[in-house]
Every structure is written in structure tokens, then in C-alpha cells.
């Protein structure tokens, strides 16, 4: 039986930026902050992948859509799987959410966004041509190309790379984000550019791994102005999901929180 949610005084609340501060398109990198979740989850758990209840999480997502100023129906995310695949799209989802890790749109009215929780969440547009997307981006896509796919994907609906400006929302920093000696070289046998992203880590089996930066060269070298809000998700609880903090505390399951864009 679905439960009566009650409405909560705070509303949800995305991070801003003034480099996509753009007529005519709407944004957010929305933090955990008004929602109605609780426990792991609390409180504005955006993800149907996760453990939470599934009303709960569709009211979490009527309160972001609702702040973007679109319908529920209208809010759209892909089925994510750490892939380098775009979908677009240009109608709401008829039945169930296709596989990919970025979505592009250059219909009116249509929220695209992406799921995160210690990945990147990368906002696209290119206010000339109205075209705007936002890929998922952790070691995995970003290593795979779904931000050049992105891009791509872009200018095949009219983009131009000069003026397609990207913004990188909330990500785990280096500093929280200890990986392997081996994860290293398996990242930079795909990718011998990403070595600088590499620091030393608390013993010499370890290492400290930059997914902002790598994300932000991989963006550059694909002739996309690009920039990091520089929020941490792992470091900052009060505001963000983090699947990194929840295994570390044996946690059973994790919140993921939303960033959308959309052409108004």
C-alpha cells in the first residue's frame, strides 16, 4: 500500500553554478536536501535502483522535477551501467528507462539527468544551437569516452564543439578516493594522459585517485570549456550521497542524488 508522505518544509536544494547561469535552460545538481527518504536514504533519494521505498523515491523525484518546472513523466534518467553510451531522446520514456550513461536532448521542456553518488555528474549546453545533456561519469565511462560520446552525440543534433560549455557537479575529491596500485595501471593502460591524476596514497600499495581533474582533461582535450563546482561528495554528508561513506561503514545500501538540465 502506498504510504501518505507528508510535504517537508525544506525544498530541494541543487548546487548552482554561474557558468551555466544561461537564458533559456534550467539546471541543478540537486544535494540530498529535501526530501522524504529516511535512514540511508534521507532524504531526497533520487534513485529507483536503490533499496528505498519506490513511492518514496517518486515523490523525492516530484519535488525535483517540480523544481525544475516540468512534470514527474518529464524527468527523464537512463538505466546506468558505467558505461561510454548516450541516449537521445525527444518524448518522455514509454515504457522502461533505456541503457546508457548520458542522455541528450534538444526538445523543450525535457529534464535529463543522470545519478550519482561519488561519480561525476557532468551538465552540458550549448545555449546557441539549444542542445543540452548530462552524462555519468566515474573512472569507467570517463576512461570508456561517454563524455566525447556525449559531445558527439551533441553536434550530431546540431552542437558546436566552440560552444558546448560543461560544468562538473558534486564528485568525490582526490583526497577521500584511495584506490589500488593496480586500478591505477589498468586506468592508465586505457588512458597513459591520466598518470598525472595519480597520487601517492597512505602506504605504497596505494594510491589517490583525481576523478574531477581526469574528468575536466578529458573534457579539455576534447575542445569543451569546462569547470568543477568543487563539491566533495564523500566529505560533505550533510548535503550528498556517497557510495564510498557507506561502505566504509558497512552501510547496506546508499542514496544517489540527481543532476538535470533542461531547455525551457
Known sequence: MLQRIEPEAVAPAPVTSARLALPGISHGWFTRQGGVSSGVHAALNAGPGSNDDPALVAENRARIAASLGVTPSHLLSPFQFHSAEVVTVDAAFAGERPRADAIVTATPGLAVGVLTADCGPVLFADPEARVVGAAHAGWQGAVGGVLENTIATMVALGARHGAIIAVLGPTISQINYEVGADFEGNVTAHDSAAAPFFAPGQSAAKRQFDLPGYILMRLARAGVAACWTGDCTYADEARFFS??????????????????????
Open 243 to 264: 557510495y564510498r561513506r557507506t561502505t566504509h561503514r558497512g552501510e547496506t545500501d546508499y542514496g544517489r542524488q540527481l543532476s538535470a538540465i533542461l531547455l525551457e
